[in-house]
């Protein structure tokens, strides 16, 4: 596991802590602690560790788990327990986070996430909801409505009152704060012996900083029970022996013209000439947003953003791919993979393969390893062995819920 110094991620990057050091008894005890215990084919720990290290926001990881699962918390976080840092966390939940955040101080990060390990669901877009309402002295705590009619319990154990429901909210995880304030709450609190907070927004409010309340989700659920454990297998299961795995592909073509440079997979590279195009003519990008539109039929770009539209004159295409990945993510899709030739002579592709990569894992909210660029020439062939324009091929695979249709 490394330590957060030896490589600082970028200053706008958010730092995460999770939290991993109950025992969860409620869970039961026969399969260990509940954030090891098999979800799906795999332990819930290793689910939730993954919703934020493939998220292209998340920088340091740091992970509080308990003195005794150490050897446990590997054999379960597999080739990500060298991607995050591992602390021993306290005897509550409380002093784990401060723990956690303490291990995060040579980073400095600006923004912190504080997330349970037992909720596996968090998706990308709570985690994008929650960083965006982060702010320099603000807090964020995404929540949901009270759907349930409240009693108040007698000591006799009868039903005392009716609690209004009007303003409550269910508060879930991650929470997001300005790093330094919050730390510098939790060393407040224990200083002064206070351990009682049941949530990180509770300190936060203790020590007046706002916290502003951002939708939460109802996948998002906590695992607390053994039935919960069961019943997040069964659901995980389920989808893993019928998966809905669809593939698109696209392909563009744009023409040379006088210029200075070309635009390729998002990244600007000097050239002698421009690709002719209504936006910024990236054969690549536009290639990839017929893949996507591809997988959940959802016509082409020329469908969403027609050429005739004087509004899209110039535009960048990450917009395309974003729009794409949108309507795709808002159907139930994960993008799994992303494959793109560009098929040119000139100019050379390998020394921005990089920064391609990064650009697109940003459009894409999906790891890098998950994105391929490659490159290659036409062998003199063609209106592209003549150098008169590049062509790029592009394939998307998209993981659906549900059942693969009969």
């Given at each position: 596991?490394?330590?957060?110094?030896?490589?600082?991620?970028?200053?706008?990057?958010?730092?995460?802590?999770?939290?991993?050091?109950?025992?969860?008894?409620?869970?039961?005890?026969?399969?260990?602690?509940?954030?090891?215990?098999?979800?799906?084919?795999?332990?819930?720990?290793?689910?939730?560790?993954?919703?934020?290290?493939?998220?292209?926001?998340?920088?340091?990881?740091?992970?509080?788990?308990?003195?005794?699962?150490?050897?446990?918390?590997?054999?379960?976080?597999?080739?990500?327990?060298?991607?995050?840092?591992?602390?021993?966390?306290?005897?509550?939940?409380?002093?784990?986070?401060?723990?956690?955040?303490?291990?995060?101080?040579?980073?400095?990060?600006?923004?912190?996430?504080?997330?349970?390990?037992?909720?596996?669901?968090?998706?990308?877009?709570?985690?994008?909801?929650?960083?965006?309402?982060?702010?320099?002295?603000?807090?964020?705590?995404?929540?949901?409505?009270?759907?349930?009619?409240?009693?108040?319990?007698?000591?006799?154990?009868?039903?005392?009152?009716?609690?209004?429901?009007?303003?409550?909210?269910?508060?879930?995880?991650?929470?997001?704060?300005?790093?330094?304030?919050?730390?510098?709450?939790?060393?407040?609190?224990?200083?002064?012996?206070?351990?009682?907070?049941?949530?990180?927004?509770?300190?936060?409010?203790?020590?007046?900083?706002?916290?502003?309340?951002?939708?939460?989700?109802?996948?998002?659920?906590?695992?607390?029970?053994?039935?919960?454990?069961?019943?997040?297998?069964?659901?995980?299961?389920?989808?893993?022996?019928?998966?809905?795995?669809?593939?698109?592909?696209?392909?563009?073509?744009?023409?040379?013209?006088?210029?200075?440079?070309?635009?390729?997979?998002?990244?600007?590279?000097?050239?002698?000439?421009?690709?002719?195009?209504?936006?910024?003519?990236?054969?690549?990008?536009?290639?990839?947003?017929?893949?996507?539109?591809?997988?959940?039929?959802?016509?082409?770009?020329?469908?969403?953003?027609?050429?005739?539209?004087?509004?899209?004159?110039?535009?960048?295409?990450?917009?395309?791919?974003?729009?794409?990945?949108?309507?795709?993510?808002?159907?139930?899709?994960?993008?799994?993979?992303?494959?793109?030739?560009?098929?040119?002579?000139a100019p050379r592709v390998g020394p921005h393969r990089e920064a391609m990569t990064e650009t697109l894992s940003a459009m894409l909210r999906i790891s890098r390893d998950r994105i391929s660029i490659k490159a290659t020439t036409n062998e003199k062939l063609g209106f592209v062995g003549r150098e008169e324009g590049i062509a790029a091929i592009?394939?998307?695979?998209?993981?659906?819920?549900?059942?693969?249709?009969?």
């Open positions: 596991m490394r330590h957060v110094s030896e490589k600082p991620a970028a200053d706008d990057k958010v730092a995460v802590v999770i939290v991993a050091a109950g025992r969860g008894a409620r869970a039961g005890q026969a399969n260990g602690p509940k954030q090891y215990q098999q979800i799906g084919g795999g332990a819930v720990i290793a689910r939730t560790l993954d919703a934020f290290l493939t998220h292209p926001k998340i920088g340091p990881v740091v992970v509080a788990i308990h003195a005794e699962d150490g050897a446990l918390f590997r054999r379960a976080a597999g080739a990500n327990a060298d991607r995050v840092v591992a602390v021993i966390g306290g005897t509550s939940r409380q002093e784990s986070v401060r723990l956690g955040l303490l291990a995060l101080r040579s980073h400095a990060p600006g923004r912190v996430l504080i997330h349970d390990a037992a909720r596996p669901f968090v998706d990308a877009e709570l985690i994008d909801r929650t960083i965006a309402a982060v702010e320099e002295r603000q807090g964020a705590l995404p929540a949901l409505p009270v759907a349930d009619t409240l009693k108040r319990e007698t000591a006799e154990g009868m039903s005392g009152e009716t609690v209004s429901r009007a303003g409550l909210r269910a508060a879930q995880t991650p929470q997001g704060f300005p790093f330094w304030p919050i730390l510098a709450a939790h060393e407040k609190a224990h200083q002064l012996g206070k351990a009682d907070f049941t949530d990180d927004a509770a300190i936060a409010e203790w020590a007046h900083i706002p916290v502003k309340i951002v939708p939460g989700s109802p996948d998002n659920v906590k695992l607390t029970w053994a039935r919960d454990i069961a019943m997040a297998d069964q659901r995980l299961s389920s989808a893993s022996r019928f998966p809905d795995i669809r593939t698109g592909n696209g392909y563009d073509v744009h023409a040379f013209e006088p210029g200075d440079h070309v635009t390729l997979c998002g990244v600007a590279i000097p050239h002698d000439r421009k690709l002719s195009g209504h936006s910024d003519a990236d054969v690549g990008l536009h290639a990839l947003t017929d893949a996507l539109l591809a997988t959940c039929g959802a016509g082409d770009i020329g469908t969403h953003f027609p050429p005739s539209d004087p509004q899209w004159k110039g535009a960048a295409s990450r917009i395309f791919v974003e729009h794409a990945a949108k309507l795709v993510r808002e159907r139930g899709g994960r993008i799994a993979n992303a494959d793109i030739t560009l098929v040119c002579e592009a394939t998307a695979s998209v993981v659906f819920p549900g059942d693969v249709p009969e």
